[in-house]
T-cell receptor
Framework: QKEVEQNSGPLSVPEGAIASLNCTYSDRGSQSFFWYRQYSGKSPELIMFIYSNGDKEDGRFTAQLNKASQYVSLLIRDSQPSDSATYLCAVEKAAGNKLTFGGGTRVLVKP | DVKVTQSSRYLVKRTGEKVFLECVQDMDHENMFWYRQDPGLGLRLIYFSYDVKMKEKGDIPEGYSVSREKKERFSLILESASTNQTSMYLC????????????FGPGTRLTVT
């Protein structure tokens, strides 16, 4: 079992719809959770982080964390073609420690 | 803005050569990381450093070494390049206490022939 798992996709959503991405992790001691976006041919960039159970909203993005079920999700509302990218889930086991990345979910937003 | 730069965008080396990849960050970050990214395998951590002259092995350190003589510079060394080290290499940096908020360089596409 991989430490951090994501569906590789592609997740195809129509423009204006909600894209829902899921990520599960195996280590119950994980403390912090991050979503990175990576456009084709570019390097990853941080878009969201979440530390506590529940929802965290930032613009059109909402991160959701459920530590009991060991999953973290990312919702992209009003999806735009510019949201087409690979989204990487990353987990930090202890503060200041290294990240473990999932394989990423490719999202395609169709006009 | 944080800026992380890498010495080369593309690099072609021969099997057995010693290869140096350099990374420089300009935001006084304590932590620096080297990853490789391969299709289907995602981002994998090779080495990281949380201070000058300090280094820690990541998940796949075999065949690699690192050097951090100055806070802003972190070098990845392939002692004897092999074809299975053909990959995209990404450097990242972060502040202490914010290890997950990493800033990535543009990457170096290394091909070993």
């Amino acid at each position: 079992q991989k430490e951090v798992e994501q569906n590789s996709g592609p997740l195809s959503v129509p423009e204006g719809a909600i894209a829902s991405l899921n990520c599960t992790y195996s280590d119950r001691g994980s403390q912090s959770f991050f979503w990175y976006r990576q456009y084709s041919g570019k390097s990853p960039e941080l878009i969201m982080f979440i530390y506590s159970n529940g929802d965290k909203e930032d613009g059109r993005f909402t991160a959701q964390l459920n530590k009991a079920s060991q999953y973290v999700s990312l919702l992209i509302r009003d999806s735009q073609p510019s949201d087409s990218a690979t989204y990487l889930c990353a987990v930090e086991k202890a503060a200041g420690n290294k990240l473990t990345f999932g394989g990423g979910t490719r999202v395609l937003v169709k006009p | 803005d944080v800026k992380v730069t890498q010495s080369s965008r593309y690099l072609v080396k021969r099997t057995g050569e010693k290869v140096f990849l350099e990374c420089v960050q300009d935001m006084d970050h304590e932590n620096m990381f080297w990853y490789r990214q391969d299709p289907g395998l995602g981002l994998r951590l090779i080495y990281f450093s949380y201070d000058v002259k300090m280094k820690e092995k990541g998940d796949i350190p075999e065949g690699y070494s690192v050097s951090r003589e100055k806070k802003e510079r972190f070098s990845l060394i392939l002692e004897s390049a092999s074809t299975n080290q053909t990959s995209m290499y990404l450097c990242a940096s972060s502040l202490t206490g914010a290890g997950g908020e990493q800033y990535f360089g543009p990457g170096t596409r290394l091909t070993v022939t």
